[in-house]
Every structure is written in C-alpha cells, then in structure tokens.
C-alpha cells in the first residue's frame, strides 16, 4: 500500500525553527518527485514547495523562499522540510504529497497525501 | 501565478440531487503538448485532500461515476448526478498547465440542505 507519514509538527515562537519529516513506503521513492502542501486554518491549499528527483531542482512559494529548505534522502525514503524563521502565518497543516497515476505526470497533481502535521507558530 | 476562481463558495444541496461547481482560471489551461492539466480535489471533513479528476474530465481510480468533471480554455465543471452523504466536505479546482506552481481554487463547501 502506498502511504506517506509526516512527522515533526509542533507549537513553536515566531522565529523558530522546525523540521517536518515524510516517511514513505508502499512504492520506489526514489522514482518521484514531491511536495509539500499547506493548508491554514479554515483555508484552501497551497504549495509550499517541490523538490525533483531527477534534477534536483527545486521551487518554493515565495512566501517561505529563503526560509524553508527541502530535501530528500532517498536511501531512507524520506522527504523533510527545514523550516526557519517561523512566522505567525506559517501556521497550518503541511502534507507530503506526490503524483503516481496517469504515468506520474506532475501536471495532473497529487494523487497520494499523506494525513498531515500541525505547525503552530504563536507566543 | 494562475488564479483559480470558483463559485459558489458555499452549495447547499438536497440528497440525491445534482450539485454543479464552476472554476475559471486567469489564464488558458491548454499545455504546449496539448492537454489541459485542470483536476478537483474534494477535501472531506478531518481528511487530506483527494484527487478526484484530472486533465479535466479523467476520474481517478475508485472515484464514483456521479462524479464527472468538463470545460475548456478557461472555464470547468464539477458535477455531481446525485448528491450522497459522503459527498459532504470542500471541492478544489487546480491547474497544473502553468506548473509550477500548482494553483488552487479557493475551494466550495458542499453540505447537505
């Protein structure tokens, strides 16, 4: 079965540092390309960041470029997001997600989610 | 960046009725290679997000038939033939074509009348 696990979620101050954790199984990691979502209280979804495997290369939202890092070891089928800088409005649920079916074409969107980790940025 | 806007924001609708969700994009959707990468995502209450269709009218495996997704260019269609119990939560229009990034729309809210 298919299945990402994020990890790492915590209340943390502004100006903090966290790093979140996505533990996947269930398909050869190292074959795709990832993502981080986030979705803040009560609101829609974003795209926080991506990270190729090919390649890569990497995007960030412009509003955690400079203080959000991805990465991905893929040797122990994990992706991470290394959040510093912590602001209030980084405040929501972060899912891991990535694209599989239909070929995998990154185009069409995640079709795997993992169930989410909760950031909280408050004092 | 690509805006996705969607109406309406909230739809309330009776059991076994059909529901109807509209999303327009800032820009044509239409890729270099043809396609047109617009999927829905329905987001049920205390769940992740779920991919529902993709490239506009494209059903993803287990996905119910009374779910089907049409429009080109700029404007797309979610419809529901008729409306169950656990269709209840919120619906996302995105669009890949300008990936990335990925934009969402700002999501409808289906609940039961």
């Known amino acids: 079965e298919v299945q990402l696990v994020e990890s790492g979620g915590d209340l943390v101050q502004p100006g903090g540092s966290l790093r979140l954790s996505c533990a996947a199984s269930?398909?050869?990691?190292?074959?795709?390309?990832m993502n981080w979502v986030r979705q803040a209280p009560g609101k829609g979804l974003e795209l926080v960041s991506y990270?190729?495997?090919?390649?890569?290369?990497?995007y960030y939202a412009d509003s955690v470029k400079g203080r959000f890092t991805i990465s991905r070891d893929n040797a122990k089928n994990s992706l991470y997001l290394q959040m510093n800088s912590l602001r209030d409005e980084d405040t929501a649920v972060y899912y891991c997600a990535l694209t599989i079916a239909a070929g995998g074409a990154i185009r069409n969107g995640m079709d795997v989610w993992g169930q989410g980790t909760t950031v909280t940025v408050s004092s | 960046d690509v805006v996705m806007t969607q109406s309406p924001l909230s739809l309330p609708v009776t059991l076994g009725q059909p529901a109807s969700i509209s999303c327009r994009s800032s820009?044509?959707?239409?890729?270099?290679?043809?396609?047109?990468?617009l999927s829905w995502f329905q987001q049920r209450p205390g769940q992740s997000p779920r991919r529902l269709i993709y490239?506009?009218?494209n059903r993803d495996s287990g996905v119910p038939d009374r779910f089907s997704g049409s429009g080109s260019g700029t404007d797309f269609t979610l419809k529901i033939s008729r409306v169950e119990a656990e269709d209840v939560g919120v619906y996302y229009c995105?669009?890949?074509?300008?990936?990335?990034?990925?934009?969402f729309g700002q999501g409808t809210k289906l609940e039961i009348k």
């Open positions: 490239k506009v009218s």
């Open positions: 820009q044509g959707l239409v890729y270099s290679d043809g396609n047109t990468y």
């Open positions: 990270i190729s495997v090919t390649t890569g290369g990497t």
């Open positions: 269930g398909f050869t990691f190292s074959n795709y390309d």
């Open positions: 995105m669009q890949g074509t300008h990936w990335p990034p990925y934009t």
